[in-house]
Every structure is written in structure tokens, then in C-alpha cells.
DNA sequence: CGCGTTCTTGACTGCTTTCAAAGATGGTGG
DNA sequence: CCACCATCTTTGAAAGCAGTCAAGAACGCG
């Protein structure tokens, strides 16, 4: 793990996931090309979206890492969820106006608008579909803090990241980016980053996880995955389960 | 704090509830006054929604309480959030068809169907606020349980259900219904039985609180308040925001 | 090459869990 | 009306996981 950005991920994240949660048809594609056109950047650290702050549009994620946090006033900060290349952010189901978490950028950041989607495009099933997962994601994390120990709730996390990561396409089989650091894991997992860094030093050891210079590898993801009892999202083109 | 099933609720919860967050019209009260007369009922302890069971249609919670859990391979459980009376249930943004946490009866529950919403009435923004709400209320779940120790986590419960009861009518300045077991209690807080028991009875001793057979009264709110820096959330007609 | 950030390490404290068992409590049937 | 039962609450002692504090090493950047 280290301070360095994230490569530039390839810049068919966004289509690739929505792609693969909805089913793109030509004029989809297109709209998603188009609206990669109008990006914006965030540089690494820099605020993206203000907690309580109008949300005036749903944008995606086209590359780099963001989180969603929430400051305490004691100082400690509890990251809400990690958003990944081909995530949407600020989607308002209706009108709701506000932020309920500040967004920041945790590498550089680049967005783009979310393109209006046709009722019954397929780009409005992947929209509809990827709000399905964050909230599957969201109920997770409430598991992850509430029933797992320290061990289990990084092992559970990477195991989810690097589902997520290669659902746009990014990483490989067994190697992944991991740009946080150790104290962001441990303000995202309910820890402190001195505990963070010995269960990770323990996984380590264990020859669960190599770790080096923000690349993750597993060795053995079928051993991660059985000693949490990870159940990955399956997702099923306009469907999704948790078997 | 006991077994006893919650009093039957007001049946203007539902109505009250959606009131507060959107404003309705005659139309929309006869909607939903129409709806409550196809109630549906659970025993306490019923499963309401299997976890990954199709979503047929939203339903709201008419009278008594439910909550969202999820059972880890250990036998563990996680209660993800507690729905109150007026809540809206199975809420698919658009058709997202699997529910990703099962629902549980905590006491005897009623539902009715949730009436659809003309686009723009003020049914239609109640929803929406509903759910953006309902976002927030699981945000700040994460944040008790990733940053907050026993007493904070049990504080900030108590008073964030003391407000949603209060927003749909129900409890009064300083007392609410509490029909939670401790046990429960622990599997919505990340903590054990035993913890919680002792924590209670620190709270009570501290005179934070007082707690009898199902109903639970704050003597001095404000000084609970500030022991956990709790941020309500304002709901301000179609807006919302944490201040 | 120097500096700031991040990662490591050690010793100590303490909150929370675990295990086990004894009281309450409320509802039920006789 | 009372005994009985299941469920829930309370208590104690001991162990353990995670936090705190402090300081040094390593790393990446300019």
C-alpha cells in the first residue's frame, strides 16, 4: 500500500460496468461516449461533494478512487463506502436535494455527467441495478462493522472491492489497485490504523494477501473467501442476488 | 424493556408520517385512506420478506415495528435498520427486483400497499424524502457502529428512534415505546446481550434514561444529546438536511 | 538529498466478549 | 387464582481483542 494515484484505469470502466449491469444497446453507448467528453477533475484529497450540499446532478465515475465520509466532531472519520471507476454518485432517486454524506476524492478524480436514460433502455436498468448494489453494498458494510472482527472485516472488504473493481473490467484475477492507506482502511472498517497494519501484517504471514506499493494480490482467494463466509452479488444482466 | 408487543399504533402514523414529508392533498389522503383498508398482518417473530425474495410491490408499515437483518454462516445476526410505522417498506428505486436483507416482525406488524403517486403530488415528493431518509438513517448506522463505544451506540440509537417516532406522530416529548429486547438491541448495535444490559443500567444509574416494560423515558434529552453529538435530521416540507 | 507522510513496533490499558448461572417477568393452562 | 414455563434480564469472573501513546524506520516526492 502507498500514497500513489491509481494508474489511470481504462477508460471503458463506465460502459463496462453499466454495460454489464444493463446491456448497452448502440444509442447508449453512444450517450455514455459523448458524456465522457464533458469531464471534470478532482485532484487527490480534494472535496468533490459537500455534506448537506445540493446535489444538482448525477454524475459517474469515469477514473480514480472517492469515498463518502462523515467527520464526527471528536475529529474521527468514518468512510460511508469506497466509489470506484463506474460508479454512479449523487444519484437522486427523485428530487432528494441534499448530500447525506460529504464525497472526496481519495486519487485524482475524473467524472462525467450520467446520461439521461430512456425509461426501459437498457442504460435505465444499469442505472437502476447499480443503485440495487450500493445498497447491497451499504448493508454489508452495516455487517461488516456490526458482526466481524478485524481480521474478517479487511478480508471481507478486499474481497468486495475487488469484486466491484472487477465488475468494471479493472484488476485481474488475483491482483488488484489498492490506493488507500492504511489509516483510510481503518477509518473505513471501524479500526485504528495501528490494528489495521498488524491484521494485515497477520495476513501476511498467513500467505493470505502480498501487499506492496498500492497493488493487492491474493494467492489464494478461495481461502479468503470461506474463512469470512463472503457471499459475492451476483449479478444477472437485470438481476441481482447474494448467493 | 420487555416482550410485550408494541400498542397498537396510531393508525394516522402512515398519513401523519408522509404529511410531514411531502405535503398531501385531499387526493392523496383518499389514496391512502383507501389503500389502509387492505391491510396485510404479521405475527410478531413472522418473516416478512425473505433475503433475496422478489419484491412484488412497496408496501408501507401501517402499525408496529420490523427490521432488516441478515444471519451471518456463525449463526450471528445483524439487524441492518428497524422500520417504524409509516415507514416504507420494499421500496424499489425502479424495478430492482431481489430484497437484499430479509424482514423480520419485531412486534404484530399491519401493512397496506403504498398507494402509487401521481409524479409531482406531494405523495410523490413524501417518498421521495422517504427514501432519501431512509439512505441517511443507514449512513449514520455505519457511523455507529465504526466510531461510537457502547453507550454512544446505544444514545445515538435511542435518540434517532425517538425521532422517527416522533415524525410519524407516535411518543411523546420524552418517552417512547421501546419494545426491542436487549438482545435485539445487541444485534442492531454490534454489541452483546450481556454489554448492552450492563450499558443500560450504567444509563439509568447516570439517569441518561429510564426504561420499564416496553417504554423507555428520557429525563433530561439534551444532556444525552451532547454526550453523542447527535445531529437530527431537519426535514423541512421537500427537503432534508443533518444540521 | 531532505522532508513529510506512511508504515512498524512495543508496552500498557481497557472496553467488550465469553461462559455460566441465578433472578425476573409475563403469559398460559389447570 | 396459582403453578408452570419460556423468555428475558441481571450478575460475576476471566480472557481477549482492539485502542492508546510514543518513537523509530521506511517510503515517495520535490
Known amino acids: 500500500m502507498s500514497t500513489a494515484p491509481a494508474r489511470a484505469a481504462a477508460p471503458a ?58 467527520i ?22 427523485h428530487d ?22 430512456t425509461p426501459g433502455s437498457g442504460l435505465d436498468r444499469a442505472y437502476a441495478l447499480s443503485a440495487a448494489i450500493d445498497e447491497f453494498h451499504l448493508t454489508a458494510q452495516v455487517t461488516r462493522l ?11 472488504w478486499l474481497l468486495e472491492t475487488h469484486d466491484r473493481l472487477r465488475l468494471a473490467g479493472l484488476g485481474g484475477e488475483e491482483t488488484f ?23 494485515l501484517q497477520a495476513m501476511r504471514r498467513d500467505e493470505l494477501i502480498h501487499a506492496r506499493s498500492g497493488v493487492m494480490t491474493f494467492p489464494n482467494r478461495a481461502r479468503l473467501e470461506d474463512m469470512v463466509d463472503y457471499r459475492p452479488v451476483r449479478v444477472t444482466s437485470n438481476n441481482l442476488m447474494s448467493a
Open 13 to 70: 470502466a463506465l460502459p463496462t460496468r453499466l454495460g454489464r449491469l444493463g446491456g448497452l444497446d448502440a444509442a447508449d453507448l453512444a450517450a455514455l461516449a459523448r458524456a465522457q467528453h464533458d469531464t471534470r477533475r478532482s485532484p487527490a484529497r480534494r472535496e468533490m461533494i459537500a455534506e448537506g450540499a445540493a446535489l444538482r446532478e448525477r454524475r459517474a465515475i469515469v477514473s480514480g478512487w472517492a469515498f463518502r465520509q462523515r
Open 177 to 199: 489497485p489498492m490506493p488507500l492507506t492504511q489509516e483510510m482502511l481503518a477509518d473505513a472498517l471501524g479500526l485504528t490504523s495501528v490494528h489495521v497494519n498488524r491484521t
Open 96 to 117: 432528494n436535494p441534499v448530500a447525506p454524506t460529504s464525497v472526496v476524492a481519495l486519487t485524482d478524480v475524473v467524472t462525467c455527467p450520467a446520461p439521461v436514460a
Open 146 to 156: 456490526g458482526r466481524l472482527n478485524a481480521i474478517g472485516r479487511v478480508a471481507d
Open 72 to 93: 464526527l466532531s471528536d475529529g474521527s472519520r468514518q468512510i460511508i463506502s469506497v466509489l470506484l471507476p463506474g460508479d454512479l454518485v449523487g444519484v437522486c432517486r
